[in-house]
């Protein structure tokens, strides 16, 4: 790893020092005089902070620029050996959030939904909420209060939001948005090798000989990653890309396997029957290290490919080829991202491309080996501490008996104080419906646009008697909720997240949050306080946090007790386990071919292929997929307001085929059992004829969610997102598309419902807080 | 060819328009992009490439040649500069003049943008913004050297014919192994390149 030499202490914005900058970075002050021209009037007294981008799971290191004010103005690119200066377009864009105009600067509150939302301090804000709190757990009991995560937060914070559920709430239900996220890749890691991480780092991909990419998007959704497959390319490696979609990585792919939607887990079964006719099976890596082969090569004689080929729509001489370029290559590497696990059978297709790398030798080897691409910053460590539903801290499961106990002795609380297994996020809004839960804290996630069938969604929060919200920004989901606490962004804290690499990183703090802004950690410390758990909660910092994770982690597979903040400056990075503070850390897993079961054993699972779960008719013949654009993050909530990002793509479209007959730029009508809406067609050779794809960032009346299915993967408990039953219609009027928001800056923003009680001070920024936006 | 450069390789752009966001970030002309993305087959594929200004050598800029108030500097080591705004008339000739449709005007103010290879940073030994970012390498700054090493057996190409003019350039595109024509920026179909006639 690079050692950054200007790692701050995450509160001290570091002075900038030409004879430190690393190549690339503005180190130019006083390095030989400046040129004669007005480009550098600017640039005495900058600052660079050394941080992380906020936004997916690569986790690229960046500089945010600081002014003479301690106002983060800029950024400039960072050469960390993650993505070695390179950034895309969200993160070169993501510091204009900090000290955006729509930034929340104090609580929001009303008592009920018939009420707008106003301003109130802090006290009344936290008053009103405890109080709520406590009279609908003494009316309903504990479970009837949930709390719901997100991935977005630092390891810190999530580790808090499990500890503030369970032991200041006292309810089993907590999970958190990482559940829409990889869970099917963690529950299929799991099974398989009883660890919930990749296999490799990303410098493996530059060692390959043959990179399967599987529902990954790598040029939209991780643009930076592209440069380590492009790296395997020019040494040449064969690049494999399974999308429906013409994506741009796979538009240069030597194999590009355009299968329908939802039937992954048929085509590599197919793949593996195909290795194994050729005879291309490692059986001494396989009597070695796994069990269950016998019965996976059983199962999957049942997918010959003109078989698959019948089930997938892809040629079988596609399956063929891809089974002798994975098999034949000396090292390969699968990656899969969401494409194949945003499905009811998302662990079963994730544990399908661990069978082929397993039954291939492909794993534990520079150059050979798995990984998922988490999606959020925090993908990776949001699920590592205890946020999920069923899981402790360390990745203890709360089932356990042993591991209830190692966590409440650390939290100093009996054993039969701590709740039981709750459910997932999903469930919980079917909950919030049925009125099983009455109340919910939702902290930086945004369900009104990330959830699937909206319509239940916004029924459950509906239904709900108490609901707040913690963000930075007032999104349609903090737009519906009783109190709304304003809570600081990632560059006004500091903490560590753990990227899809499981590569521990530290963010640094840039400057101090506006007046009226509080850290979640202490909104969450100081409810705890109110409630009377105030002595568990005892935490000034993110440091502080930190040392009683590493504590609660120490023992367990997801080992941090090594990790410490002085480590992480130093070395850029650290990947788990690491179980002492000498100890490298575990950038790569299995390498002496033992896995984290007990038998050391690769566990291989018999997958069957299953349909998708809304059936296809007359009336609904296509195939509805959603994803992701380039320009926006997630629900939209944060790059939906960044000028540029918003002119780059500034509304969703439905990208169809040619052979439906619209024109580019047409309404057309998007139309499933949940609903329909209008879009701008994308009319693109680029994608199946059967298929229809939705970017899913947008809010109704635009909302790829409003269409797709609260169906669950029964084991991950993650929505199928990606395939749902659909057909598209002629619009009548182009009217019924809605105008792009285009304001630089900011975009409109749906009512929200937010008066003002004091007229704004007058050297507040134009525009502060939403009622103030035209 | 001038040393370190920017080279263009439309086979690995992704359309991420990380250069367009980057390019923003550029002192020199902060908030506005002077870097645009073109799709060559819209409707077919997703292929795109990104254009920066080329920076004729030879003949010198047609942009600069063509200004009738001498506004636009060419430096010693080939960096075609952006309008001086104390000279610049804002007459759109050096938009009409350039091949690849790099130069804009802001008409307002009545003075022509375009990229300068973020002279603030190359003349420090630094990459421009656009290829510091650039998530894939599509754009590159350095030596043709230091790409062939990066990237074995890459061929580029720095002359262009049009017509009957030819231009050769300071900034050169990676010429895909595989195919032998592609439109240029601008819209004027490529004709020559390196000497070959590349209809052929």
Not at chain 1, 565 to 577: A, F, K, N, Q, V
Not at chain 1, 603 to 627: C, K, N, R
Not at chain 2, 35 to 63: F, K, Q, R, W
């Amino acid at each position: 790893m690079t050692a950054d030499p200007r790692a701050a202490d995450g509160r001290t914005a570091v002075p900038l020092d030409p004879s430190l900058a690393p190549p690339g970075t503005r180190g130019f002050r006083d390095a030989g005089g400046i040129p004669a021209d007005r480009w550098h009037a600017d640039q005495n007294g900058e600052t660079l902070v050394p941080t992380h981008c906020c936004f997916c799971g690569v986790q690229c290191g960046m500089y945010l620029r600081v002014d003479h004010g301690g106002k983060v103005f800029g950024v400039e690119p960072r050469n960390h050996d993650i993505n070695r200066m390179r950034l895309c377009p969200k993160g070169i864009n993501a510091y204009q959030q900090v000290n955006h105009p729509d930034r929340l600067t104090a609580p929001l509150m009303r008592r009920s939904r018939d009420e707008d939302l106003r301003e109130v301090s802090w006290d009344e804000a936290l008053d009103f909420t405890v109080s709520e709190i406590k009279r609908i757990q003494q009316a309903h009991g504990r479970d009837a209060f949930g709390v719901l995560g997100g991935a977005s937060l630092f390891s810190e914070k999530t580790y808090l939001v499990g500890k503030f559920a369970r032991v200041a709430l006292r309810t089993r239900h907590v999970d958190y948005n990482g559940r829409l996220c990889m869970v099917s890749a963690a529950g299929a890691n799991k099974l398989a090798f009883n660890i919930d991480r990749a296999g490799n780092p990303f410098a493996d991909i530059l060692l390959t000989d043959c990179l399967l990419l599987a529902g990954a998007n790598v040029g939209e959704c991780f643009p930076v990653l592209t440069q380590y497959v492009w790296g395997a390319r020019d040494r040449g490696a064969t690049l494999i890309v399974v999308d429906p979609r013409e994506t741009a990585v796979a538009r240069t792919a030597d194999i590009h396997v355009a299968l329908k939607s939802g039937t992954d887990s048929a085509f590599f079964n197919s793949v593996l029957n195909v290795v194994i006719e050729e005879g291309l099976t490692d059986e001494a890596y396989l009597a070695a290290h796994a069990t269950g082969w016998e019965e996976v090569k059983a199962e999957v004689a049942q997918y010959p490919p003109s078989r698959a080929a019948e089930i997938c729509g892809v040629p079988a001489e596609q399956i063929v080829q891809v089974a002798r370029a994975f098999a034949r290559a000396p090292k390969a590497m699968a990656f899969h991202a969401r494409g194949i696990e945003h499905h009811t059978q998302g662990v079963e297709n994730c544990l399908s491309v661990i069978n082929l790398c397993t039954a291939t030798g492909h794993i534990g080897k520079p150059g050979a080996g798995y990984g998922t691409l988490t999606g959020q910053g925090n993908g990776q460590g949001g699920r590592e501490h205890g946020q999920k539903a069923d899981l402790l801290p360390g990745g203890r499961s709360i089932l356990n008996e042993e591991h209830r106990r190692q966590i409440c002795e650390i939290w100093g609380i009996e054993e039969s104080e701590l709740p039981a297994a709750g459910t997932s996020m999903m469930e919980m809004v079917w909950q919030m419906q049925r009125r099983e839960i009455r109340g919910l804290i939702g902290i930086c996630n945004n369900p009104f646009v990330s959830l699937p069938n909206y319509a239940v969604v916004k029924e459950g929060y509906d239904t709900t008697e108490f609901h707040a919200q913690f963000d930075f920004f007032l999104s349609e989901t903090a737009a519906n909720a009783h109190v709304v606490f304003p809570v600081t962004i990632w560059a006004e804290d500091e903490g560590v997240m753990a990227n899809a690499e499981a590569r521990v990183v530290k963010h640094n703090k840039a400057q101090e949050p506006p007046a009226g802004v509080r850290t979640d950690t202490w909104v969450m410390c100081e409810i705890a306080r109110r409630l009377g758990a105030g002595d568990k909660f005892a935490f000034g910092s993110s440091r502080e946090v930190f040392d009683e994770l590493r504590r609660a982690s120490a023992g367990t597979i997801i080992d941090y007790s090594g990790i410490t903040y002085e480590r992480l400056e130093e070395t850029g990075g650290i990947s788990w386990p690491c179980p002492s503070t000498d100890h490298p850390g575990t950038p790569r897993l299995f390498e002496d071919g033992t896995t984290y079961h007990a038998d050391g054993k690769i566990h291989m699972q018999v997958v069957e292929w299953h349909p998708p779960a809304d059936p296809y008719d007359d009336a609904h013949p296509l195939t509805l997929t959603t994803g992701r654009t380039v320009a926006h993050f997630l629900s939209g909530n944060q790059t939906r307001r960044l000028g540029a990002l918003v002119e780059q793509t500034p509304r969703p479209w439905a990208e169809i085929h040619p052979a439906h007959g619209f024109r580019n730029g047409e309404p057309v009508r998007v139309v499933t059992r949940r609903g329909s809406e209008v879009f701008p067609a994308l009319v693109t050779e680029a994608i199946r004829p059967d298929t229809v794809f939705i970017p899913y960032h947008w809010p109704v009346p635009t909302a790829a969610n409003a269409l797709t299915i609260d169906a669950l993967d029964p084991r991950s408990k993650i929505p199928e997102y990606k395939v749902c039953a659909c057909r598209i219609e002629h619009a009548a009027e182009i009217d019924e598309v809605p105008a792009p928001p285009v304001a630089p800056g900011h975009v409109a923003y749906p009512e929200t419902q937010v008066s003002r009680t004091d007229p704004l001070p007058p050297t507040a920024p134009q525009g502060r807080g939403t009622s103030e936006r035209s | 060819m001038m040393g370190r450069t920017i080279f263009i390789d439309p086979g690995r752009c992704i359309g991420c328009q990380a250069c367009v966001s980057a390019c923003r970030e550029c002192d020199s002309h902060r908030g506005k992009s002077m870097i645009h993305l073109d799709y060559t087959d819209e409707g077919s594929s997703v292929a795109s490439l990104p254009t920066v200004c080329m920076h004729c050598e030879d003949p010198v800029a047609p942009c600069a040649e063509v200004c009738p108030a001498d506004a636009i500097l060419v430096t010693a080591d080939g960096v075609v500069q952006q309008a001086d705004t104390s000279r610049c008339i804002g007459c759109a000739n050096c938009v009409n003049a350039c091949p690849f449709g790099v130069p804009k005007i802001d008409l307002q103010a009545k003075l022509q943008m375009k990229c300068n290879l973020c002279y603030d940073r190359t003349a420090y030994g630094l990459a421009p913004m656009c290829a510091t970012v650039c998530p894939t390498g599509a754009l590159y700054y350095g030596t043709l050297e230091e790409l062939q090493a990066e990237r074995p057996g890459v061929q580029v190409a720095d002359t262009f014919v049009f017509g009957e003019s030819e231009v050769r350039t300071g900034v050169a595109m990676v010429v895909p192994a595989e195919r032998v024509r592609w439109p240029v920026p601008g819209g004027l179909p490529v004709v020559e390149v390196n000497g070959k006639d590349v209809r052929r």
